[in-house]
């Protein structure tokens, strides 16, 4: 059975800072490319960031560029996301999901003050 779990959020200030995970099992995540993906209230899914089988090549979406570090221990099956200067409109259910289309639950991330 394929899991995707995420864990880690929560509500935060605004310019605090969070660190989601994504443990999996079920699949060979060391040959997935794994990505983030959120859904803000009311708006559609909207992608986030994305990492290589190997965490050799990192990409992000132009707004948490600088803000946001993806990661991965492949020992672990987990997935990363370190969410630094957290700003309001970050808000939002993140997902992590593979290349082969598996999706976690999501994880809600709150940023007010």
């Known amino acids: 059975e394929v899991q995707l779990v995420e864990s880690g959020g929560g509500l935060v200030q605004p310019g605090g800072s969070l660190r989601l995970s994504c443990a999996t099992s079920g699949f060979t995540f060391d040959d997935a490319v794994m990505s983030w993906v959120r859904q803000a209230p009311g708006k559609g899914l909207d992608w986030v960031s994305a990492?290589?089988?190997?965490?050799?090549?990192?990409y992000y979406a132009e707004s948490m560029k600088g803000r946001f570090t993806i990661s991965r221990d492949n020992a672990k099956n987990t997935l990363y996301l370190q969410m630094n200067n957290l700003k309001s409109e970050d808000t939002a259910v993140y997902y992590c999901?593979?290349?082969?289309?598996?999706w976690g639950q999501g994880i809600q991330v709150t940023v007010s003050s």
């Open positions: 999901n593979s290349n082969y289309n598996y």
């Open positions: 990492i290589s089988w190997d965490g050799g090549s990192t």
